[in-house]
């Protein structure tokens, strides 16, 4: 392997927000990689089914319009310099990834066409069937390869290098020949997305794993907002599919085992679209309380018709289908709420900058503050590529007149080959790496969901305690270099668990309700004391907690109805 | 249900026969609607940590998991288990046509190679609009058949031509170029891609494959390439690039691929229609492409001849206008 692989900006992780910062920097003139432990067009920004928002002026929408759904479903918890920029900027961003070929629905006059989502006012959702997210990640990697990025793809980062407080680079393994290898690099865009898998059921991919978060973590980089998990409120029962927002955009109705839209209790006015975290609630009260079945409550899109499921709604239908063995267009699919997203995340600037030097984070991973106590459906991919390109042109300017940090790479390199051999060398004989994953989820989907109190996350950061000592111990059986997808998802495992400590201590201290946070013992929102950002850094006994203040620049908090 | 799930390993690294490929067999118990790929990570989880497989999404959306299940190609999360035990058992190998790295992994240089030789972004001659470019929502959802690839490489691993001719651009990349050449946006005023159908005209190109339909069994979106492939057959024609070297290729091409003969049955009547209506016959057929895609009918050959009627029949009821042949890139009605 070439000792001497550098770059003046690396980006870890091929997502959306990834390739997007990745075009930026090409753009801007610096040497630019990318580095991803899946081919791009795997990354986890595909499943992304129900659309992008975006206020576009030429229709008579409003950006500030857009800043007030968001910053209300973030129950004024999101920063608002930050969503001021991302609403100001989504139309331009929007119609860049047309020009870049995404196959966009169309109005009768062959404009962009929209869908309404939860918790806006207007419908401002734009969207490619209902595989919205897969179309985006695709044109984006046609991007990639016209732009001449150096791709190292199904290359696992293991570590973050820091010297004399800046970025130096990472250290990461081919997966395909299992070398470690050292790729310098001048400033490091963390785009590895969210952290999913943690819980169990999720409606994420297999390979979310909170890596990037669990690694800045490690290095001395503060997270924030990470009690603000999102549960979906349509999930399947079982295998925790996604069945997209998309379904009630488009009119379907939320129904209790009796048919009734119990929606009306909760939110009057905007019914099965108020935002998630209201949604969701409603459905496990139901269900707590009596009114659903195995569990669930049903999504029933019956009324809407044939022509128009076949038309918007086809990938979900076939997801039904294959993993529900329920047809919605004859009958309602039971769904209930499932873990979906992270708002919380790599604590960083309107730039993506964070604050360890010359490191920047963007997408799920990242946290600017644009989402806040819980995310509007349809704003993720635009916080992807808005602050995706964001950080790239940054870094890129940051590269102009610096060099690269001096650092020993060998020493890095053997350090970090004894770590992973340690590993390979342990006894067969302690819990697989996929028990203790199913523990931990278990224990998080327990505690630290839709309902939380203060009894039940103690019970689970005991939990987490006892697995990490189990984590110390867990065996890797194959010994192999090739393709060893057992070692890194032992790897894996350990980020997991990082971000689940720092998720559970951030519940456990915010006392108070407020966004996708419901403390049963804390039932109320609490401005005088909990209006502020929870950061978390790596101490000695685990997360250490201190605090931000939240942005606010003309939206005063007010009590949020739908 | 319990089952066997008898997978084909190999690891280049084993110092005894293990280099070579050889069948290693799994017993499990699963749940009645458990995937095949459910199965395979229950295997690796709990019992064998050795087996490498890619996987991620669990629903058929990011393309990593297609590997032939009982000797065909599909992706394996998009397989439920208790549909395809033969006997107690599924056999599952890693795809063809690309080399085996470890497992069921294999490598797929060659697959990206190929889309990278379409030149696989936009390419609009002249300016751009300053809003959104302005075309039929129609446009746009023929399209969206096409983008729906997830790039799996199921199409490649079981192209016949591909098997024998690794110069051939193959299903998947063919098929996204026909996603620019059915593009208004891609080429010139008129959307017509000049130069990339020109280069597809080229051996290596759309004249290359013998129609064997193998792809459209195999891929599990609906992509249906090889209809695609026709279609930038007809478009390069009314282009003027018909009869070049590209074709005669074929021809003496077609010969040598023992499938083709009797698929010619069932291209016949449709080339007398017109193939460029084929994305229409898909959207009046749901049904009836969905059956095919999905594997509920028999095996190749006896499927083309059974479905012969079938097609003819909706070839008739879709009463192609006479321009229909013509590259028109507004409307997939033609
Ligand atoms: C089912 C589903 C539906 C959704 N629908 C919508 C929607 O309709 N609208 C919306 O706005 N949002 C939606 N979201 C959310 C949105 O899709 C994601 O938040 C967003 O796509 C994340 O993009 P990203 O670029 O940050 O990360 P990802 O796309 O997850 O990419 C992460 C990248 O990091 C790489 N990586 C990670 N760790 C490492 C490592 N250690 N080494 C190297 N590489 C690494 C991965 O390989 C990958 O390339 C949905 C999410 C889900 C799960
Ligand atoms: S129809 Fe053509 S492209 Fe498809 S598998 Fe057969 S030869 Fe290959
Ligand atoms: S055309 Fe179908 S089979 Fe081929 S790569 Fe695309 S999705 Fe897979
Ligand atoms: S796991 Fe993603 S396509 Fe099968």
């Known amino acids: 392997m070439p000792e001497d692989l550098q770059h003046d900006v690396l980006i870890v992780g091929a997502g959306l927000a990834g390739m997007r910062a990745a075009i930026a920097a090409r753009a801007g003139g610096a040497d630019t990689a990318i580095i991803s432990k899946v081919h791009p067009v795997r990354s986890h920004s595909n499943a992304a089914q129900g659309g992008i928002n975006a206020a576009l002026l030429d229709r008579g929408d409003d950006w500030e319009d857009h800043a007030y759904d968001t910053i209300k479903g973030s129950d004024f918890l999101g920063d608002q310099d930050a969503i001021e920029v991302m609403c100001r900027q989504a139309g331009a961003s929007l119609i860049d990834m047309e020009h870049m070929g995404v196959t966009f629905n169309r109005d009768d006059e062959g404009r962009l066409g929209t869908r309404a989502f939860g918790g806006q006012r207007r419908a401002r959702t734009f969207f490619v069937g209902d595989f919205t997210g897969q179309a985006l990640l695709h044109v984006m990697f046609e991007q990639l390869i016209k732009s001449g990025v150096q791709r190292y793809e199904e290359w696992f980062v293991t570590s973050l290098i820091m010297e004399e407080g800046r970025a130096a680079g990472v250290i990461a393994l081919e997966i395909r020949t299992g070398e470690l290898c050292v790729i310098r690099a001048k400033t490091v865009i963390f785009a590895t997305g969210g952290c999913g898998r943690l819980f169990e059921p999720s409606t994420n991919a297999l390979i979310v794993t909170g890596d990037g978060m669990g690694l800045i973590y490690n290095a001395g980089g503060q997270l924030m907002d990470m009690e603000m998990v999102q549960y979906h409120p349509t999930t399947l029962a079982g295998s925790g599919v996604l069945i997209s927002e998309a379904a009630r955009g488009e009119g379907a109705y939320l129904r209790d085992k009796d048919g009734n839209r119990f929606m009306e209790k909760y939110a009057p006015n905007m019914m099965e679209l108020a935002s998630r975290d209201v949604v969701s609630r409603a459905e496990q009260t139901e269900i707590n309380g009596g009114n659903g079945v195995d569990g669930c409550v049903y999504l029933d899109c019956t009324h809407l018709g044939e022509a128009l499921i076949m038309e918007k709604l086809i990938q979900i239908r076939e997801i039904g289908i294959d993993l529900a063995g329920v047809d919605m267009i004859k009958e309602p699919i039971p769904i209930r709420p499932g873990m979906h997203y992270i708002m919380g995340g790599i604590k960083t600037d309107v730039n993506g900058l964070t604050n360890l030097s010359g490191v920047y984070a963007a997408g799920e991973c990242a946290n600017v503050s644009v989402h806040g106590g819980n995310r509007l459906g349809a704003n993720s991919l635009l916080d992807t590529i808005v602050f995706g390109e964001r950080a790239g042109n940054h870094a890129s300017d940051a590269v102009r007149n610096t060099g690269f940090a001096d650092f020993d790479a060998n020493a890095a390199l053997a350090q970090e080959r004894r770590r992973i051999q340690e590993m390979l060398d342990r006894p067969e004989n302690g819990d697989r790496w996929g028990a203790i994953r199913k523990d931990m989820g278990d224990s998080m989907n327990r505690n630290v969901a839709v309902f939380r109190n203060e009894e039940g996350i103690q019970e689970t950061l005991g939990d987490l305690h006892d697995l990490r000592r189990r984590y110390e111990n867990v065996p890797v059986q194959n010994k192999g270099k090739t393709f060893n997808t057992d070692l890194i998802f032992a790897l894996e495992l350990g980020y997991m668990l990082d971000c689940a400590d720092t998720i559970a201590v951030g519940a456990l201290e915010r006392r108070e309700s407020r966004g996708a946070q419901f403390r049963v013992d804390y039932p109320e929102r609490n401005d005088e004391e909990w209006l502020h950002h929870i950061v978390l850094t790596k101490g000695d006994g685990g997360p250490q907690v201190s605090e931000l203040p939240v942005v606010i620049t003309k939206w005063t908090p007010e009590e949020r109805k739908y | ?334």
């Open chain 2, 1 to 334: 249900m319990d089952v066997t799930i008898r997978v084909k390993r190999q690891d280049p690294e084993a110092g005894d026969e293990r280099r070579l490929p050889y069948w290693q067999d799994y017993p499990v118990t699963i749940a009645d609607n458990a995937t095949v790929l459910d199965a395979l990570i229950q295997i690796r989880e709990d019992d064998d940590g050795t087996l490498s497989l890619r996987c991620s999404c669990r629903s058929a959306i990011c393309g990593s998991c297609a590997v032939r299940i009982n000797g065909h190609a599909g992706l394996a999360c998009k397989t439920i288990a208790n549909t395809v035990v033969q006997d107690g058992v599924i056999a599952v190998e890693p795809a063809g046509v690309m080399p085996v790295v470890k497992d069921l992994v294999v490598n797929f240089d060659l697959f990206w190679e190929k889309i990278e030789a379409v030149d696989p972004y936009l390419k609009h001659m002249g300016q751009e609009p300053e809003g959104e470019y302005i075309v039929s929502n129609e446009a746009m959802l023929h399209l969206s058949g096409v983008t729906a690839c997830i790039m799996c490489g199921a199409c490649v691993s079981d192209c016949t031509v591909l098997e024998v001719d690794p110069t051939f651009l193959g299903p998947a990349a063919l098929a996204k170029a026909y996603r620019f050449t059915a593009d208004p946006r891609d080429g010139d005023a008129e959307g017509v891609s000049m130069e990339r159908l020109w280069a597809l005209s080229e051996p290596t190109g759309i004249w290359d494959c013998t129609r064997c339909n193998e792809c459209v069994q195999a891929c599990p979106k609906g992509v249906a390439p090889m209809d695609r492939i026709m279609a930038m057959r007809e478009q390069a024609i009314q282009a003027g690039y018909d009869n070049n070297n590209g074709a005669r290729h074929t021809d003496a091409f077609t010969e040598s691929v023992g499938h083709s003969g009797r698929l010619d049955e069932l291209r016949l009547p449709i080339k007398s229609v017109g193939m460029m209506n084929l994305p229409a016959l898909m959207d009046y057929m749901p049904v009836a492409f969905r059956a095919m895609r999905r594997g509920k009918m028999p095996p190749i050959a006896h499927k083309n001849v059974e479905n012969v009627d079938a097609v003819r029949r909706i070839f008739a009821r879709t009463q192609p206008e006479p321009e229909a042949a013509k590259v028109s890139n507004n409307s997939p009605f033609g």
